[in-house]
């Protein structure tokens, strides 16, 4: 299934948010995702853990991860928690500050999500397929960060 294709998808699951949790929501937004992008393989959400330095994994679909909680500025999610930019990871063996989920995984792919231009949290993806990710995913998935920040 396409990126285009998937928007729409994503629009019914944010409008039909109010009749559910935003946990049930963000998995909702992950089941979609990690069964119609054969190279997303691990989908997941981590929020600013209130007041705290760290993130706090939400909602996610694949391997289960000891990773629940990250420091701002360790790993791929916690440098995104710093800086506010996209950031793409081709080769996760290549990333001093990478902290490993899993073996298989190759690739990751972290997406913030702002409200009021705030970084609230961010979608994090991992791939087993070496350098997957485009452009064409970074703006796919900053469209799902817009539309999941309409709902925070």
Known sequence: MTFE???PQVETIIKNSNSLILHDCLLQICELLEAN???????????????KEELKLNAYVGEPTDHTIIPFGKGICGQVALS????????????????ACSI???AEIVIPIFVNGENMGQ???????????????ERFLEFVCEQVASIL
């Open 5 to 7: 294709q998937l928007k």
């Open 37 to 51: 992008i054969s190279y997303y393989n691990w989908v997941g959400f981590y929020f600013r853990n209130g007041n």
């Open 84 to 99: 506010n930019q996209n950031f793409v990871v081709p080769d996760v063996a290549a990333q001093d500050n990478y902290i």
């Open 104 to 106: 298989t995984v190759k």
């Open 123 to 137: 979608i994090d993806i991992d791939s087993n397929t070496p350098d997957p990710f485009t452009k064409a995913d």
